[in-house]
C-alpha cells in the first residue's frame, strides 16, 4: 500500500504538468522522486504482518495522538507563532496529512474495538471522536493551503504528512515489526532522511523583491 501511494506522488505531478499546466521545477520534482523513493523503501522494508494487528495501549494512543494534534496545530497557526508566511501554503499541507494522520490511527483502532466489543461500541468510544475532528480540520487545513500555496507541493506534502504519520502509528501504537536486520534497519533510516531531505526540496525558493528607495 505504501509503496503504491508512493507512485501517487509522482503521478500527481505528471498530470499537474500535463494535464493541467502547472509548472513543476527541477527541485520540485528532486523532492518528489526522493519522496516516493523514500515511501517506496519504507513500505518494502516492513515486515508482513497477518491479521488485523489493532490491538493497542491506552497510554501509547492517547500520546501518539495527541503529540500530532500539537504539532497540526502549531503548523496551523504558523505565521502566528512566528513561521514563514510564503511557506504557510505547505505548512497547512503538512498539518493535513498530519492529522489525516491522527484520523487514520483512530480509525484502525476504532476496527480493534468494533472486532472484539461490537458496533455499538464506536457509539461510546472516544476515539470516533477524534476521527470525525481530525478529519474534519484536516479537511479545511488542505483547502486553505491549496489557496495559500502552490498545488503541486501541498499535495504532495499532504500526502507524504499521512503517509509517515501512519507509518509511524503502526510502529508506535500498535506495535507493528520492525524491519529485521542491520540492513533493513538502515534502509528505513536512510528512507526516513530521504522523505526529510524531499519536505525540504518542495517549497519553491523565494526571492526577494527589490524595492525602489523612495526618492
Not at 520534482?29 to 494487528?53: E, I, K, R, S
Not at 536486520?181 to 523565494?206: D, E, H, K, N, R
Amino acid at each position: 500500500m505504501q509503496v503504491a501511494l508512493a507512485d501517487g506522488v509522482v503521478l500527481i505531478a505528471v498530470m499537474a504538468e500535463r494535464m493541467f499546466g502547472f509548472e513543476v521545477g527541477r527541485r520540485q520534482w528532486v523532492g518528489l522522486v526522493l519522496t516516493a523513493v523514500g515511501l517506496a523503501v519504507l513500505g518494502l522494508t516492513l515486515p508482513a504482518m497477518h491479521g488485523a494487528h489493532s490491538q493497542f495501549s491506552d497510554v501509547a494512543m492517547i500520546s501518539f495522538e495527541a503529540g500530532l494534534f500539537g504539532v497540526g496545530g502549531l503548523l496551523i497557526m504558523g505565521p502566528r507563532i512566528g513561521g514563514p508566511v510564503e511557506h504557510h501554503g505547505i505548512m497547512l499541507g503538512a498539518a493535513a496529512g498530519i492529522l489525516f494522520g491522527v484520523s487514520d490511527s483512530a480509525i484502525k483502532a476504532l476496527t480493534g474495538i468494533a472486532g472484539a466489543h461490537g458496533l455499538s461500541a464506536l457509539l461510546v468510544s472516544p476515539w470516533t471522536l477524534v476521527a470525525v475532528c481530525a478529519s474534519i480540520v484536516a479537511f479545511y487545513a488542505s483547502a486553505r493551503g491549496l489557496q495559500d500555496g502552490e498545488a503541486v507541493p501541498v499535495i504532495a506534502v499532504t500526502g507524504t504528512a499521512a503517509n509517515i504519520a501512519g507509518i509511524a502509528g503502526g510502529i508506535v501504537v500498535f506495535g507493528d515489526p520492525l524491519a529485521g536486520g542491520t540492513l533493513g534497519v538502515t534502509l528505513q533510516a536512510l528512507a526516513f532522511v530521504l522523505v526529510i531531505v524531499a519536505s525540504a526540496l518542495m517549497p519553491a525558493p523565494v526571492r526577494a523583491a527589490g524595492v525602489a528607495p523612495a526618492t
